[in-house]
């Protein structure tokens, strides 16, 4: 048996999709007879150092077997992995997210039968039931969920301090928050719009609150199968309106459409810029900027958006099926699971683990899911993929006091009309 490693992979973005350029190694004095087998992982390009430790693991416990890692950003990535799936090319295991809602995620993969089922994998029974559905399709699990991130308010605390100002602990307080960091000469929230994903921050951070006890299915499923409207959900139109409020008293930058994520990052982690509504492994591009910084997640709701984003799939095509399955199962185990999502600042193992929990702002995270106060991401109801850029391309125009809270619902209406009306 031979034990082969490989020393680089990247990614070139070809019209075809992810072109890999990698090589391997063969140890002097071993031959290529008998191989371990090998398969091809594709995975976004900011989680694949914490994959990585997964990937050595697995080969040091399977000698022989040969792993290439391909990288790529997430715009790579959701633009290539389809073409990839379509022609037959597609890797042997690779991400994808929990839900619909675009273009690689689970459901939209899985209806096509590009997606393994994974059904009868010992991980399964594992699947908190809360986020299990966003795992299955027609009740076939289809990929081993690997963390769990919430989303709410976080603040730069020691630009905080030297504002002589403290988190806001309602919504109430939030406006009157806006208000103090402006008078300050501090922008009160980093949220742009230039990004695309940024622009339903403003809405993420707050609806978990106007649920009022209905499970995120049950405001979603109605609208998703035409029995109801945005326009006749009250979580809908007053979370918009909230938004609209909030942009309109300067809770956001003046030039919020000029501001992309990295540029909101900088903000934050300057300290120009106080608080930053952003989902919690956002933290890992900030310890990244600044490693000594002291960022607190701090709610000003009692109920949170928590929920299982992304997971490990393998693709139904893959001529490794069973060596791609047994790394499946490989990562599924509670310190794979635990040391994954430990290189990942701000997520929680999506199938949890009997570990202490050290970061303060995760610990938070799990005392809601105890109590009951969370909810879960409504984009994953999404079946129709275009919902996503029409909400985001409506929130952007109402930045720019093109549009208002009831002209971003229409909008989401009128495409959810259409999708229904072609299915």
């Known amino acids: 048996m031979i034990q082969r490693r490989i020393l680089a992979a990247s990614v070139l973005v070809a019209a075809a999709g992810l072109t890999l350029t990698a090589c391997s190694t063969t140890p002097a004095g071993e031959s290529d007879a008998e191989p371990g087998g090998s398969i091809t992982i594709a995975w976004q390009s900011t989680e694949a150092p914490s994959l990585k430790p997964v990937i050595e693991a697995f080969k040091e416990e399977n000698p022989g077997v040969e792993v290439t890692l391909v990288e790529a950003s997430i715009e790579q990535y959701f633009a290539s992995l389809p073409t990839q799936l379509s022609s037959g090319s597609a890797p042997d295991v690779f991400l994808v997210w929990a839900g ?10 899985a209806q096509y039968g590009y997606l393994e089922d994974l059904s009868g994998e010992d991980f399964v029974s594992e699947i908190p039931e809360g986020i299990a559905g966003a795992t299955q399709t027609d009740d076939k699990t289809y990929m081993m969920p690997t963390t769990m991130l919430g989303f709410s308010q ?18 109430d307080e939030l406006f009157q928050f806006c208000a ?6 501090k922008i009160p929230y980093a949220q742009g719009s230039a990004t695309a994903s940024s622009n339903s921050r403003g809405f993420n951070g707050f609806y978990a609150d106007l649920m009022d006890g209905r499970t995120i299915a049950e405001v979603m499923e109605p609208i998703s199968d035409g029995t ?22 300067g809770c956001f930058p003046s030039d919020a459409v000029a501001i992309d994520q990295a540029a909101e990052d900088d903000l934050f982690v300057s300290g120009e810029a106080l608080g930053s509504m952003a989902p919690t492994n956002q933290k890992t591009a900030w310890v990244a900027k600044a ?54 600042a701000g997520v929680l193992p999506a199938i949890p683990v009997d570990e202490p929990i050290e970061d303060p702002n995760l610990q938070l995270l799990a005392d809601k899911q105890a109590a009951g106060e969370t909810v879960g991401f409504y984009a994953q109801f999404w079946e129709d993929p275009k919902l996503d850029s029409v909400e985001m391309s409506s929130i952007q125009a109402m930045y720019l006091g093109q549009n208002t809270a009831a002209d971003v619902i229409a909008a989401l209406d009128a495409e959810q009309a259409a999708f229904l009306a072609d299915k």
């Open 100 to 109: 619909w809602g675009n273009a690689v995620a689970q459901k939209q993969l």
């Open 228 to 249: 109801s409207t945005y326009a006749e959900s009250d979580v809908w139109v007053e979370g918009m309106e909230q938004y609209q409020r909030m942009i309109e008293a």
């Open 154 to 171: 976080w603040y730069n605390m020691d630009a905080l301090e030297e504002a002589g100002l403290t988190p806001p602990s309602t919504v």
């Open 291 to 344: 490693p000594d910084g002291n960022f607190e997640l701090h709610p000003a709701t009692e109920n949170i958006l928590l929920y299982n984003n992304k997971g490990a799939a393998v693709n139904a095509a893959s001529k490794n099926k069973e060596l791609a399955i047994a790394f499946v199962n490989f990562f599924s185990q509670p310190e794979q699971r635990a040391a994954f999502a430990a290189g990942l």
């Open 180 to 185: 103090d960091a402006t008078a300050a000469d």
